[in-house]
């Protein structure tokens, strides 16, 4: 006997294609991410600042930083891979985020009203446990709801929609970060709002913001009925067998495992950069960062429309990693004041999203709906976990060369490297699509 169903959930079995849906649904599928990337713009980019406070050791602050990346090795996975086998009134996906938003909203609030140290990374480890499980929502409710033509168009605006909460701290709620009397004007009422400059603001939207947005997507959340597996356990062993079933599969990971080493890995540190030794105030970093959120809003929809027309995504995903070695240079021998800040994180975001919008899609192509969460939970705890050894040991390294911030971008070319032989060495999907569907 099937389970009841709520007004957006059929009870219909997940068939091979799913009818198109409009844009205005995927806009208010993917807002999700609105309120979880202004979590995670708070714990990268401002939370260094937070803990310069209470320590000057840019090896633990990257420690602290990166448990994010830590809990990404258990947390989502475990989430993803659980959010497979369940079924409830209101679906699969929808009950994780009754329970994530508001524990996410009261802890990123929480923050920076900690006076000692050891409390505050007990409150960000939560935090962060909480971000992560969220973060294993996302992907697998676009491919459980939207088809797979749509989905670089998908892609692209979910990458798109987080720009806005970058944009939105970046440039204008950072500014509150700086001390003394900020005046606000209100659009259209003609009224000002005089706020008193304080290290809170960004926690605190943040916090407003991912309450809101998992309210949106719990009201609009489409959920096709796909049997629970109650039976199921989770087994290092069995789980092992799931994720690395394909060769194909490890080679997803090696791309995940290396990605980061181009695009993430260093900008961990861009804060302390910025403030430190470019002596930028807050608010001016903030700025120079939403320049990549701007070109993120600028060219992922073009992009998305782009990339379904034409679907060499293999082809793409090569090319969207050879695009990081522009800001990997450029960042390592061009960048000295604000502005250039704003133009590394553009390009940047040109690389981060080029690469995306094409290798996302075609990792759902070797996915079925019974294992598509459980595969894209694991990409997102291979990427943690470089993510979490590599930041601290970067830490170590730009302790040791006397804070050479800039020292991190090194790794790059390496990842580049690898993530493009990984890329070559894939089978296409269609000669390995009966493997792939074989589990059914």
């Given at each position: 006997?099937?389970?009841a ?14 009818p198109p ?5 995927i806009l ?10 202004a979590v995670?713009?708070?714990s ?8 310069r ?19 990404q ?11 497979d086998?369940?079924?409830t009134?209101?679906?699969r996906?929808?009950?994780l ?11 990123v ?5 900690n ?8 409150l ?7 971000e992560?499980a ?6 697998p409710?676009?491919?459980d709801?939207v ?5 670089p ?22 500014k509150?970060m ?5 005046v606000l ?8 709002v005089?706020?008193?400059?304080a290290e809170h ?13 998992g309210i ?8 096709r ?9 989770f087994?290092?062993?069995?789980y092992?067998?799931?994720v690395f ?11 995940f495992?290396?990605?980061?080493l ?18 930028l105030?807050?608010?001016?970093y ?9 070109t ?6 073009p ?14 995903s ?5 695009t990081?070695?522009v ?7 061009f960048?000295?004041s ?11 975001t040109?690389?981060?999203?080029f690469?995306?919008?094409n290798?996302m899609?075609y ?8 294992n598509?969460?459980t ?9 943690g976990?470089v ?7 970067a830490?170590?390294?730009v ?18 490297a690898v993530?493009?032989g990984a ?14 569907e074989?589990?059914r």
């Amino acid at each position: 006997m099937r389970p009841a169903t709520d007004s957006s959930t059929t009870s219909e079995p997940v068939k091979k294609g799913l009818p198109p849906v409009s844009v205005w649904y995927i806009l208010a599928l993917v807002s999700l991410s609105i309120g979880t990337c202004a979590v995670t713009m708070c714990s990268n980019q401002v939370l260094p600042i937070t803990l310069r406070k209470f320590t000057d050791s840019t090896m633990l602050i990257g420690f602290v930083v990166s448990l994010q990346a830590m809990n990404q090795l258990w947390v989502t996975p475990y989430v993803a891979w659980k959010s497979d086998r369940i079924w409830t009134r209101i679906g699969r996906r929808k009950p994780l985020v009754l329970v994530l938003a508001p524990l996410l909203a009261v802890t990123v609030i929480a923050v920076p009203r900690n006076s000692m140290l050891w409390a505050l990374v007990i409150l960000v480890f939560i935090l962060q446990m909480a971000e992560d499980a969220e973060l294993a929502i996302m992907g697998p409710s676009i491919s459980d709801s939207v088809p797979d033509k749509q989905r670089p168009l998908a892609t692209a605006m979910w990458e798109m929609v987080q720009a806005v909460p970058i944009i939105f701290i970046g440039r204008y709620v950072m500014k509150l970060m700086d001390p003394g009397i900020h005046v606000l004007r209100v659009p259209y009422l003609g009224r000002t709002v005089r706020l008193v400059g304080a290290e809170h603001w960004p926690y605190t939207i943040a916090g407003i913001m991912v309450l809101l947005t998992g309210i949106m997507f719990v009201s609009v959340m489409r959920e096709r009925y796909v049997p629970p597996r109650p039976e199921d356990k989770f087994r290092l062993l069995s789980y092992g067998r799931e994720v690395f079933r394909l060769r194909e599969h490890v080679l997803i990971y090696v791309v995940f495992f290396f990605q980061p080493l181009f695009i993430l890995v260093a900008r961990a540190f861009f804060p302390l950069l910025a403030t430190q030794a470019m002596h930028l105030k807050p608010s001016e970093y903030g700025s120079a960062l939403s320049w990549g959120a701007i070109t993120s809003l600028i060219i992922c929809i073009p992009m998305g429309y782009l990339f379904n027309r034409f679907r060499c995504r293999r082809a793409l995903s090569i090319i969207g990693c050879l695009t990081g070695l522009v800001p990997l240079t450029f960042g390592l021998f061009f960048m000295k004041s604000a502005q250039d800040l704003a133009v590394y994180f553009a390009m940047e975001t040109f690389t981060f999203k080029f690469l995306r919008l094409n290798f996302m899609p075609y990792v759902m192509e070797y996915t079925t709906p019974r294992n598509v969460g459980t595969i894209l939970g694991f990409t997102t705890a291979i990427n943690g976990m470089v993510r979490f050894t590599m930041i601290p040991l970067a830490g170590w390294l730009v302790d040791l060369a006397g804070k050479n911030y800039l020292l991190p971008l090194w790794g790059g070319y390496l990842g580049i490297a690898v993530c493009v032989g990984a890329l070559l060495a894939m089978r296409p999907p269609e000669k390995v699509r009966h493997l792939v569907e074989a589990e059914r």
